[in-house]
């Protein structure tokens, strides 16, 4: 879920450069704000109950194909 997020996040933060929409910048702001306090709490999560674990993510990105990357 932690990289789902971070996906979102770097969206929201794309949408937030490019939109002149005040809707739209305000929701990438909510969308940053709200995505990033969830990972901080699902990194704590993981660190208390599993503290040695250092398997990495086979996260494939969702969004990949919509080219958001500038």
Request: hydrophobic share 35%.
């Given at each position: 879920?932690?990289?789902?997020?971070?996906?979102?996040?770097?969206?929201?933060?794309?949408?937030?450069?490019?939109?002149?929409?005040?809707?739209?910048?305000?929701?990438?702001?909510?969308?940053?704000?709200?995505?990033?306090?969830e990972i901080t709490m699902m990194?704590?999560w993981l660190k208390t109950r599993?503290?040695?674990?250092?398997?990495k993510s086979t996260y494939t990105?969702?969004?990949?194909?919509?080219?958001?990357?500038?």
């Amino acid at each position: 879920m932690i990289p789902h997020h971070q996906e979102a996040i770097d969206s929201a933060k794309i949408m937030l450069a490019r939109s002149e929409n005040a809707d739209v910048k305000k929701l990438a702001e909510n969308i940053i704000r709200t995505q990033s306090e969830e990972i901080t709490m699902m990194t704590q999560w993981l660190k208390t109950r599993y503290p040695t674990t250092t398997k990495k993510s086979t996260y494939t990105p969702m969004m990949s194909n919509l080219n958001l990357v500038s």
